[in-house]
């Protein structure tokens, strides 16, 4: 079948089955050429959706079109979400990415058919809980699933769900399915049935605000981006070793003490206001304090629980500098388990990480208290980390609270941490099927496809040719080609809860947090809804829609290609 | 002598000569030591002036302070230069990068001594022009040399140059001294004596506009930060083979049909906007127009002059999508001269570049017309190039234009091309030499040091694991490290008239121009203001510096390490 045979096919309608109930069947050859040769970047819903039946009859939206509520009692946060919806249809003004742009399209959708509603329903019978409530509960109990229907004979339009969650990822479809063209609202594909729901629950940004502080407005706009592309998770790394800006009740020397100055700090109520901001939008904030390494700011104000503070060179003692770390002691243990309890009352999510990752050994064994316990107890390394592993993690279970902990201490046997952990695998792609194997779940955050900070070069003053050491720059289509379940049994599949982009920021503030992190986020986005093994080209003409609408809302989100690529899908490939 | 010994001397004068008159002597390991370890980042002058002399007493600058123009008839651009640095001071507000920041400078300042005044004097007896007239002199005719003095004894400040743009980059440095603390203005280091001048006069920021369109407020924007770091050349690769940005007089089809939409022109009265505000700044606007090459989409308005338009697989024909470029025949010839004799009269430099980079052979042997005219007159690809580079280079000639061209027209000795041309290295810095021995002036752009694209990774739709093709990522102390005069005789470094950044947009907009270009391009700005043999240990706190203050001002520079590093100078070397 040639290309002019395979377009014309497009007034039929095709039904897209990306991934089926947790299956990561890639979609077929045929289609996603029909979609990057004919359909071009029209198609331009992301995450894919579970199951997509489209036509190709235009459709617009009338001029007094309104979202219609058929709950009693709707929660306030869907009516925003709602209010929000509103306001992108009337703001985005996106003209559609093919040569002419907007003016392509005029005669097309010159007496199309309008719909002048859409009706949200909750279905089902599951108690009515707000979008907040419903992210805030376990990963395992929520329920993100939804129905879209939108006809072309004159009816209203439909969203199902059976959670205001569910509606809530339903009205965000429906924000990316709508051209701007000469004062109208368009698509070209109508009638669309949308059956979804995602393949993972943990779809995540991690977001470093300890090297570079980022105020909160940047985060909140964060926030909004996220809940665009659907990701429900944002994994704050608010502390490290050079800056502690969280102020914690009852701990308020440490960000007292340790923040880059007082302006350079997240307040409670800051920290209650991001909680909610993300809650409405379907994220869930998983704070993550990390100890007992990357931990050095903390001998500003507690030097008592410090080992090897600013020692030198500090290559020795730490990854970077400063040097330092909370000592493996029984007095340090028990400040840190308090250290999150408090935490844990300030953040109402079910997780939150203890970090543990990059434990420096020669730090400790330099260090003459340590050497006095290990002594005196006849203890070794392993065993007081275990300790210390074992007072924080109980100090949030006690919480009501899963911990979350990096890969090494699910790698070491010699330690004991708490079975329910949820593991997240940084390294490298190759140490999910490790930590699997000993029985965790884990969250993909590998540097070799998820690190948004790679490939910036060496950031040392005086290292001239040091790269990033996680070099080279992670591309979208190097996440999106992550084959993370690969070789795994169903068993072991069902063990991973999702993954996420990680964004460290020694050379990130809010100057740069939109351009490092956008469009290419939204490749984890589909990654973790569609699960693994869709097709980069396919997907290449949507993430450009992606980007353009991100731009429309004021994200600074980068152009992927030159423009001339953006507008012509499949001609800037390799292989066209 | 022990640090503490070293640290102690900060009451004297220390007497700063980076390089002096074209040699190119790095800053003694001493110094270079001191600044970073003791001053850290107070001494935040950015470039290095050619010789200076500092004091270590805190001086005031009082609330009444004024610029004092001691000229008849100052010219208009001086005065809204002076307008500038008014503004900057008062707006600036930065904080010194110390830690505790402004706090921790109350003490010293208090009871300092003040100064009320800067009084810009202009001697020697050349003619008086304004800063824009200066500044579009050619390269061997202007002088931008100033003497700025700043005693502690009471008497005002004193600014000489021979040219008002020498008064310009004094002015520049004045902006740099100060810094803010609780509402006053204030430096740690007088007195203060500076005599500057720098090492090349080409100190550039080449910009692609084609792949995407960068709006003229972001290029604006972008001619102030340049100014800041007194680069004096904005080389404007304003089209290529994927849009046509540029209104032409007499040639409007190309823009009609060539540019991305009616929005994203530069019309004529924006390139006159864009050149008065460039050259009001110090900033001379050399245009590139390229060709033969990266002209593909001259084939939407003229196709009877392009070669291979959009043929496929377009990596036969090009560097990347579309294939397409310029016919090497005497009708398409006689069109591009016509085309540079327009935009000759658009842009009032003393420097047009026609370009000339990645001729594609195959493009043209499969082109009919080429074959028949060969065939027809027995002539050979090189003689026809030859043909082509003559019409266009004369046509600049006539139009009183020093022709700039890509190395690639110099290094083949098959063409016969204008002595007098300036020639961009560009591919790698192993060609500079190359070229020198042809006796061509050169501009030093190499990827391997000043590409500021590179280590994006790959932008093709399909192409899963592929890096940008000039990995890795070019770090500002790459950059600086670049000792492009290494092994050349005084003859030949005579020859280079300067070098530049690069940034092509493949992968950039408006949404991430600043943070791809600042603080990096300000390497480059040092480099060829203070000449190459720099050390970065000693810069980098000078740098932070750069980038907070543009912070201040607007533009988008990122980070370059944690500010935990940014704070406590040398303390994030390799080496501490």
Chains 1, 2 share one sequence.
């Not at 795994?488 to 999702?498: E, F, I, P, R, Y």
Request: net charge negative; proline share 6%; charged share 15%.
């Amino acid at each position: 079948m040639g290309l002019g045979e395979l377009c014309n096919q497009s007034t039929e309608t095709f039904v897209c089955h990306p991934s089926t109930s947790g299956d990561t069947t890639s979609m077929q050859p045929a289609l996603a050429l029909y979609l990057a040769l004919c359909l071009g970047s029209v198609f331009a819903i992301w995450p894919l959706p579970r199951s997509l039946q489209q036509g190709s009859t235009p459709l617009l939206l009338s001029h007094d079109f309104a979202f219609e509520i058929s709950l009693s009692h709707p929660p306030g946060d869907l009516l925003s979400a709602v209010s929000r919806s509103q306001s992108y249809l009337q703001n985005d003004k996106l003209e559609r990415l093919v040569v002419g742009r907007g003016a392509a399209d005029r005669a097309p959708i010159s007496g199309a058919k309008q719909i002048s509603s859409l009706k949200l329903v909750l279905g089902g019978n599951r108690t009515m809980r707000s979008i907040t409530e419903e992210i805030l509960l376990p990963l395992e109990e929520r329920d993100e699933s939804y129905i879209l229907d939108i006809p072309t004979n004159g009816a209203g339009a439909t969203l199902q769900a059976n959670s205001t969650l569910g509606l809530f990822r339903g009205l965000t479809t429906f924000g990316q399915l709508w051209y701007y063209s000469d004062g109208k609202l368009y698509t070209l594909e109508a009638p669309l049935h949308i059956e979804d729901s995602p393949v993972f629950s943990w779809r995540g940004l991690l977001l470093d605000t300890s090297r570079n502080f980022i105020p909160v407005d940047d985060i909140k706009r964060t926030f909004d981006a996220m809940s665009w592309v659907k990701l429900s998770t944002f994994h704050w790394h608010v502390v490290d070793s050079q800056s502690f800006p969280l102020q914690i009740p009852g701990f308020e020397e440490l960000s007292q003490k340790g923040a880059y100055s007082a302006d350079a700090v997240y307040t409670s109520g800051d920290v209650q206001e991001l909680v909610s901001y993300a809650a409405e939008r379907g994220i869930d904030v998983v704070v993550e304090v990390d100890t007992p390494g990357h931990t050095a700011i903390i001998s500003e104000s507690h030097p008592e629980f410090v080992a090897c503070p600013q020692f030198t060179p500090w290559a020795t003692f730490a990854e970077e500098p400063p040097a330092g770390q909370l000592r493996l002691l029984p007095d340090a243990a028990n400040f840190t388990a308090n250290l999150f309890t408090a935490v844990a009352k300030m953040f109402p999510s079910s997780m939150i990480s203890t970090g543990g990752d990059e434990v420096n050994v020669p730090c400790y064994e330099q260090d003459l208290e340590m050497q006095q316990y290990w002594n005196a107890t006849g203890q070794n390394l392993n065993q007081t980390l275990s300790m210390f592993m074992q007072a924080t993690q109980q100090s949030l279970i006690k919480a009501g609270k899963t911990p979350v902990t990096k890969e090494e201490m699910a790698l070491n046997d010699q330690l004991t941490i708490a079975n329910n952990s949820l593991i997240l695998v940084w390294k490298t792609s190759a140490d999910l099927p490790r930590v699997i194997e000993r029985g965790f779940r884990v969250i993909f955050a590998a540097s070799d496809y998820m690190y948004l900070d790679c490939g910036a070069g060496g950031w040392l003053g005086d290292d001239v040719n040091a790269t990033s050491w996680c070099d080279p720059f992670k591309t979208w289509q190097k996440t999106y080609s992550a084959d993370f379940l690969a070789n795994l049994t169903d068993a072991q599949k069902s063990l991973v809860v999702g993954g996420q982009h990680q964004l460290w920021t020694e050379q990130t503030s809010a100057a740069n947090l939109d351009p490092i992190t956008w469009p290419r986020a939204a490749s984890g986005a589909e990654l973790f809804w569609s699960g693994p093994g869709g097709n980069v080209s396919a997907a290449l003409p949507r993430l450009h829609d992606v980007a353009y609408r991100m731009i429309q809302r004021g994200i600074k989100a980068i152009p992927l290609q030159p423009q001339w690529c953006a507008l012509r899908p499949g001609l800037c490939d390799l292989t066209s």
